[in-house]
């Protein structure tokens, strides 16, 4: 795989603070419009569906969505914040019909406030990137990394990318390449997913290839 396009604004400890604080945020319940409105203006956010269907773009210039409508304060929410989208192709598939749509989406992605692009990319652009969001995020919880693999093919399109993972008292932390799911399904975000570690607590054995990128699927792909 190569990487045609990548669009980026790379993560900050701030933005990495704010995104893993929201379980432990005063909740707001989904259910209450009017309230999670006030708080989403209260925090600089702006609604965002052209580029990932009912998320937010954050003050901070990234993308973020949840599974509830409202992420403030649900330690059982899953959710996940992309600073980096990339077009990946096959060089040996010949089907390339797609080419000219997605590099607008790569561009609609590239003209949110902020962020910038390059054409064409590498897989070290991405591990790049990929490893200036890791110190942010290292920073933030003080601590490294408590597992480092390369990503499964079967979970995103595109080059074998870094997945790191920490775990906090209650969530599984991962950065890595992710599918995109929609609207388009075809482009692979480079994000940062707080997920509950109910999803699968314990880490597989180091080694264990395959049972890892279970255990990443799981955190990270809805």
């Known amino acids: ?11 900050t400890v701030e933005a990495v603070a704010e995104f893993l604080g929201l379980p432990a945020a005063p909740p707001v319940p989904e259910d209450d419009e009017d309230a999670v409105g006030e708080e ?9 569906d052209r580029l990932v269907c009912d998320s937010y773009r954050t003050a901070h210039g990234h993308v973020m969505c949840s599974e509830t409508l409202s992420p403030f304060g649900d330690p ?8 980096g989208e990339l077009y990946p192709v096959d060089p040996h598939d010949e ?11 790569l561009d609609a992605w590239q003209k949110l406030p902020g962020w910038s ?8 652009d991405c591990e790049d990137l990929l ?3 890791a110190q942010m995020v290292g920073d933030h919880l003080g601590a490294s990394p408590e597992r480092t693999v390369l990503s499964s093919e079967a979970l995103a399109a595109g080059p074998r990318l870094t997945q790191r993972v920490w775990r906090t008292a209650g969530h599984a932390v991962v950065l890595g390449p992710a599918p995109d799911n929609g609207p388009y399904g075809y482009l692979t975000h ?22 890892m990128a279970a255990w990443i699927g799981a955190h990270v792909d809805w």
Not at 95 to 105: P, Q
């Open 1 to 11: 795989m190569t990487v045609h396009a990548l669009a980026h604004r790379p993560l």
């Open 95 to 105: 089907s390339l019909a797609n080419a000219s749509w997605l590099n607008g989406l």
């Open 40 to 48: 989403v203006r209260r925090r600089g956010w702006e609604g965002e």
């Open 190 to 211: 480079l994000q940062l997913s707080c997920t509950p570690l109910a999803c699968g607590p314990e880490l597989p054995p180091a080694g264990d290839e395959d049972g």
């Open 131 to 133: 490893a200036q969001a």
């Open 117 to 124: 692009g390059r054409r064409p990319a590498t897989a070290r």
């Open 76 to 83: 059982d929410a899953r959710a996940f914040l992309v600073f």
